[in-house]
């Protein structure tokens, strides 16, 4: 049902470009090059689909620069969730029970924990003391940030972001991986992820969605959650500011964010 009221671009041969945000799209300034807006709206006009596709849950995806690109979806939290046009065609929440305990896991094991959701995020910010991004966290989400105790009625959570410099990868990875895909970055912070969801499973869906072959996509990305985006597009790009493993396993390297690299990559696979 969903799928008729979608075919409405260029039905034959449809594509699709996937866009991480932090590092990808903007950088740590929030600064966004025109060359990327550019490039973006080209392809839309070439009748290629854009999408974000963020490890940021949705709650965390309020930059009003970023969302006034105009694209034509968001999927956020590693693939928890997924709009197109402005509808959710897919939401992954935790149960209140597995939220607790993985919490009380988390907390025990000395783990600084955000919790995130579709419209909130959740964390004790004497748990961070005086960490940077808890202040952009802070001024980009505002009242959409609450603590996490004394907000147990209200919580609700698609998946974990942790601060783990305390905490012992390995108990980590015993305890949660039965139930968790765990994405562990160099900072250190590991992002805790429902078994059977991440930005190559959001891409899937959205190509079963609108009748996009898969290898008629195009990922953008830099970190170790993009991955999984790698893995399943037909055509993986890694940003020249990304960290080598991303590099290595991706099939095109494009220039950095700053040096207009997104730009380059879409008109050098002719999207536009």
Not at 107 to 130: C, T
Not at 180 to 205: A, F, Q
């Amino acid at each position: 049902m969903l799928k008729s009221a979608y075919f409405n671009r260029k039905d034959c041969m449809k594509k699709a470009a996937f866009f991480d945000v932090d590092g990808t799209i903007l950088d740590h300034h929030n600064y966004i090059p025109k060359s990327t807006v550019d490039g973006i709206h080209k392809i839309q006009a070439n009748g290629c689909y854009a999408f974000l596709c963020t490890g940021r849950s949705r709650a965390f995806v309020k930059n009003k620069e970023l969302l006034d690109i105009g694209f034509d979806g968001i999927i956020s939290g590693c693939g928890t969730m997924i709009e197109f046009q402005e509808q959710v065609l897919y939401y992954k929440k935790i149960e209140q029970e597995q939220i607790k305990k993985t919490l009380a896991f988390l907390k025990d094991q000395k783990a600084a924990v955000i919790m995130e959701g579709r419209h909130k995020l959740y964390l004790d910010p004497e748990d961070f003391g005086s960490d940077l991004y808890i202040a952009k966290l802070r001024e980009e989400v505002g009242s959409g940030m609450m603590p996490i105790t004394g907000s147990e009625a209200d919580w609700e959570v698609s998946k974990f972001s942790c601060a783990i410099e305390r905490a012992d990868l390995n108990r980590l990875r015993a305890g949660l991986e039965d139930e968790y895909s765990l994405l562990v970055h160099d900072i250190p912070v590991m992002e805790v992820v429902p078994k059977g969801c991440s930005k190559g499973t959001g891409i899937l869906k959205v190509c079963d969605q609108l009748g996009i072959r898969a290898e008629d996509t195009y990922a953008f990305g830099d970190s170790v959650n993009d991955l999984p985006m790698f893995e399943v597009a037909g055509y993986s790009i890694a940003m020249g500011n990304a960290n080598d493993k991303v590099k290595q396993k991706a099939a095109y390297v494009t220039d950095a964010l700053h040096d207009d690299g997104i730009y380059h990559a879409l008109e050098h696979f002719g999207l536009f």
